[in-house]
């Protein structure tokens, strides 16, 4: 069964960059097309971006397309999600998971960006 462990997120000020990581601790994300999701305050759950599981296509929300951008290393079990530019409405937990979100969720990792 496959784990879920995102982490580094932090506290950033409008328009720096952060990089998040997602690693299964348990089982292989290899043959799946993994996606990060982030859930602000009150709201629901939000699609950020997803990665091909042979890493040759990717796709992104609206609001990130050209400031997010999502890669992942089969070999290390690991997706990755390279944020620049950030901006206060970014501030959430993000949280990976397949695309269509059949993995048990995990903890997140919690991003504030501040004005």
């Known amino acids: 069964q496959v784990q879920l462990v995102e982490s580094g997120g932090g506290l950033v000020q409008a328009g720096a960059s952060l990089n998040i990581s997602c690693t299964a601790s348990?089982?292989?994300?290899?043959?799946?097309?993994m996606a990060w999701f982030r859930q602000a305050p009150g709201k629901e759950r939000e699609f950020v971006a997803v990665i091909s599981q042979n890493i040759d296509t990717t796709f992104y929300g609206d609001s990130m397309s050209g400031r997010f951008t999502i890669s992942r290393d089969n070999a290390k079990n690991t997706v990755y999600l390279q944020m620049n530019s950030l901006k206060p409405e970014d501030t959430a937990v993000y949280y990976c998971?397949?695309?269509?979100?059949?993995?048990?969720w995990g903890q997140g990792t919690q991003v504030t960006v501040s004005s």
């Open positions: 998971n397949s695309e269509i979100g059949g993995f048990a």
């Open positions: 348990a089982g292989t994300i290899t043959n799946y097309a």
